[in-house]
């Protein structure tokens, strides 16, 4: 009998348990089963854990940024092999029925499931996908390379695309928190000709260091105004007392976006802030076509994915590791199947 490994969170605040599963699960109409080899740890994992998400009263293994290799296939998937590799991103689900996604905006499905929430994720040796929401990967990427690009990469790349559209001509764009979505959504603008500016926490020089090297103009702390007004503004951190200050920073008729799925309270600040035109806006979650769009671009750049590897066993060191702020990048667990299962 096979048995293999899942590291679970049975209530908020707690910490994940190794459990042992006694038999591979079976992938059902229009599923995969897929053999995790690597899975990134998302802030958003971290939301889950510490109880800013609600939980959803069933334990749950999280895990969005999913590499792995197609190992079954249910009745009526076409399209996959055997053998190849893919990717799972958080939305795991949508309902195709609701106003939202007949408008094109799945991402906003009154009745979404998603990975790593209420879909078992990626922090396991084996995971089950629907196929609709499994991606094919650049191949330039290894597999510890690819698994950012599946979220960080991803919403990076939507609220991107969002603040480009709002702002217009966009010259100089400022990331506010230098991790695992902007350093590499840093290096697609920087492609394009546009010039970055990070902001990170005060004594983070790691991260503004990292920021430098991957071809920003300005680094410094997140309290500190830029040098030139910025046409457009992303917050990956997750602080609301950011938002006026980016708002600041940002010329009339400018954009600040807001990335993340939890942030803490925002502050009040003055109508002066938003006024002459500045827009204010969240992205949420992702859709199909963010994802094909977002692939083929990482196909083309030759992306510097910074990454800190650990062990799935040492997930709750990579999550406690992420909420510290010690390391720059992405973290990524790699998952190496134990003795006692099999592929």
């Known amino acids: 009998m096979t048995r293999w490994r899942a590291m679970e969170l049975a209530a908020a605040g707690q910490p994940l348990q190794q459990v042992w599963r006694e038999r591979l699960p079976r992938p059902g109409p229009g599923r995969i089963r897929i ?73 906003l499905c009154t009745r979404a499931r998603f990975t790593g929430w209420q879909i078992a994720g990626g922090y396991a040796e084996h995971c089950i996908a629907d196929a609709r929401y499994v991606f094919r990967l650049p191949s330039r990427y290894s597999d510890e390379e690819a698994a950012p690009l599946l979220c960080a990469g991803l919403i990076g790349w939507r609220a991107y695309a969002t603040a480009l559209a709002l702002a217009g001509d966009v010259a100089r764009i400022g990331l506010y928190g230098f991790g695992a979505a902007a350093h590499l959504i840093a290096q697609v603008a920087r492609f394009r000709g546009q010039d970055v500016y990070a902001f990170t926490r005060a004594r983070d020089k790691a991260a503004q260091a990292l920021a430098r090297a991957l071809g920003a103009r300005w680094a410094g702390s997140s309290t500190q105004r830029p040098p030139r007004a910025l046409d457009a503004a992303i917050l990956f951190a997750p602080v609301g007392a950011l938002v006026p200050a980016a708002l600041a920073a940002v010329r009339p008729g400018g954009a600040v976006v807001c990335a993340g799925i939890h942030m803490s309270d925002i502050p009040a600040f003055a109508y002066e802030l938003l006024w002459r035109e500045r827009r204010l806006v969240s992205v949420a979650n992702l859709t199909r076509a963010d994802a094909d769009e977002f692939m083929r671009v990482a196909a083309e750049l030759p992306l510097v994915v910074h990454h800190v590897p650990y062990s799935l066993a040492d997930a709750n060191r990579a999550l406690a590791d992420l909420r510290a702020g010690r390391f720059s990048g992405a973290a990524v667990l790699r998952v190496s199947p134990t003795t006692a299962s099999t592929p």
């Open 35 to 107: 053999a995790v080899r690597c899975c990134g740890v998302c802030r958003t994992d971290l939301h889950i854990v510490d109880g800013e998400l609600k939980h959803p009263g069933t334990p749950v293994v999280p895990g969005h940024e999913i590499v792995g290799r197609v190992s079954a296939l249910g009745r009526g998937v076409a399209g996959f092999a055997v053998g190849e590799r893919v990717g799972v991103p958080w939305l795991g689900w949508t309902c195709g029925r609701c106003s939202a996604c007949r408008a094109g905006r799945e991402n």
